[in-house]
């Protein structure tokens, strides 16, 4: 998904007086794989705007979840909190793969010439509709996303040692990360339930950003 999912929360954000950053990743399926380093760059870079040192807290939805590791561990900066939201999680060690041999195989008959359609093409009607309240937000978000290859989904992102040695959390907004929010309570991390479908953040945006500060809260 393009930034403009999490745009609306940002603003609520920086009318909290927070300051916020929204990385785009929609240029990370171009080229060859591995395409993590990519992903890495593009946070580093976006926040070159932001003072050397300082602390920052890191906000992973969905798939961005698996890159979270990588992105604070080439950050170069302290990071204080990381929170993961409707996400996937990155394995306690070792490599993690992008999709499971289950997804690979419902997403190979859907390539055409190695490219994927967008997200949004891949499920029913009744699946997307849910998530989205506004046709005209729904219009943006829908044509801003990429047509990732396939082999995006085929790779595997390494989980640097000591990645969570900060606070760390899980907001669900529900089916099917129920199960990734438990595990989330097996490391012992705080985990709080915003009930939604996936992109519940542009349905209740000043909800999702007053979880977002309770779970970052480090006082």
């Known amino acids: 998904m393009g930034p403009s999912t999490w745009r609306p929360v940002a603003e609520h954000l920086t009318a909290r007086g927070h300051r916020v950053r929204v990385p785009s990743l929609l240029h990370i399926g171009a080229g060859a794989a ?66 499971s041999p289950e997804m690979l195989e419902f997403l190979r008959p859907k390539a055409v010439n190695g490219r994927l359609p967008r997200w949004t093409d891949w499920w029913d009607e009744d699946d997307v509709a849910p998530m989205f309240s506004d046709p005209v937000v729904r219009q943006t978000v829908v044509e801003e996303q990429p047509r990732l290859p396939l082999a995006y989904y085929e790779q595997r992102i390494p989980v640097p040692d000591g990645w969570d040695d900060h606070p760390c959390s899980y907001l669900l907004f529900g089916p099917p990360y129920e199960e990734l929010a438990a595990e989330a309570r097996a490391r012992a991390w705080r985990v709080a339930h915003l009930p939604g479908a996936h992109l519940h953040q542009i349905v209740d945006p000043a909800g999702t950003a007053r979880h977002l500060l309770e779970l970052s809260a480090t006082g």
């Open 34 to 99: 591995p395409f993590w380093p990519r992903v890495v760059e593009a946070v580093r870079d976006d926040l070159r705007q932001v003072a050397a040192g300082t602390p920052v807290t890191l906000v992973a939805h969905s798939n961005a979840g698996l890159f979270l590791p990588t992105i604070r561990a080439g950050l170069g900066r302290p990071v204080t909190a990381s929170v993961f939201v409707d996400a996937a999680l990155p394995a306690r060690t070792g490599a993690t793969a992008v999709a």
